[in-house]
């Protein structure tokens, strides 16, 4: 059974700050992964998805990366602004029976402090 | 585009009520999905369809049933509401090609089953 982990539950930086969200998955065959932002009482919006095949995806401040072998995603936020605060999920996509499935990591909830 | 669209915000509902949460997208999507998300416990599957008069349980479906007349439309029913179904509900859709899917979120429906 895929399993979705992110470490840490919580992160709080100051303003300017780089910082790192990290998402690991148990079983490595996967067709793709995306990393979502969710604003309070908001639903999710995706920022970024990686085919299996791809090493790394960019829009703007953020780049997130994946080591499928190791079963390891890393979001890269760059000069972090307070309107980047939000929680921030990762999901992969794999076989599921007769369907693929998507499993959803719990989130990283980032505060960027002014 | 309004993108995908749910209704209602919020509810609450008598244990033995039965509701349906509405939803609805214009963006010709064939897969619709619905979600719980439970504090601390990420997003869990309750049922999706791949297309119009198609639709298949997720992980958590007891409790639920859905229909998908048209490609539009999306219903979610309860039909003996109980405690254990207070949650955020989130509707979701993507056109699924191959294993390149990219999902938008409605915005969301809180229940409390009191």
């Known amino acids: 059974k895929q399993e979705v982990t992110q470490i840490p539950a919580a992160l709080s930086v100051p303003e300017g700050e780089n910082l790192v969200l990290n998402c690991s998955f148990t079983?490595?065959?996967?067709?793709?992964l995306q990393w979502f932002r969710q604003d309070p009482g908001k639903g999710l919006t995706s920022l970024l998805l990686i085919q299996s095949s791809q090493r790394e995806q960019t829009s703007g401040r953020l780049n997130a990366s994946l080591d499928k072998s190791s079963g390891r995603s890393t979001l890269y936020i760059a000069a972090s602004q307070p309107g980047d605060s939000a929680t921030y999920l990762c999901a992969v996509l794999a076989e599921g029976g007769s369907n693929y499935k998507l499993t959803f990591g719990k989130g990283t909830l980032l505060t960027v402090n002014p | 585009n309004a993108g995908v669209t749910q209704t209602p915000k919020f509810r609450i509902l008598k244990i033995g009520q039965s509701m349906t949460l509405q939803c609805t997208q214009d963006?010709?999507?064939?897969?619709m999905y619905w979600y719980r998300q439970d504090p601390g416990m990420g997003l869990k599957l309750i049922y999706y369809?791949?297309?119009?008069?198609?639709?298949d349980k997720g992980e958590v479906p007891n409790g639920y049933n859905v229909s998908r007349s048209t490609t539009e439309d999306f219903p979610l029913r309860l039909e003996l509401a109980a405690p254990s179904q207070t949650s955020v509900y989130f509707c979701a859709s993507s056109f699924r090609d191959s294993t390149n899917e990219k999902l938008f979120f409605g915005s969301g429906t809180q229940l409390s089953v009191l």
């Open positions: 369809s791949v297309g119009a008069g198609i639709t």
């Open positions: 963006m010709n999507h064939n897969y």
């Open positions: 079983d490595s065959a996967i067709y793709n």
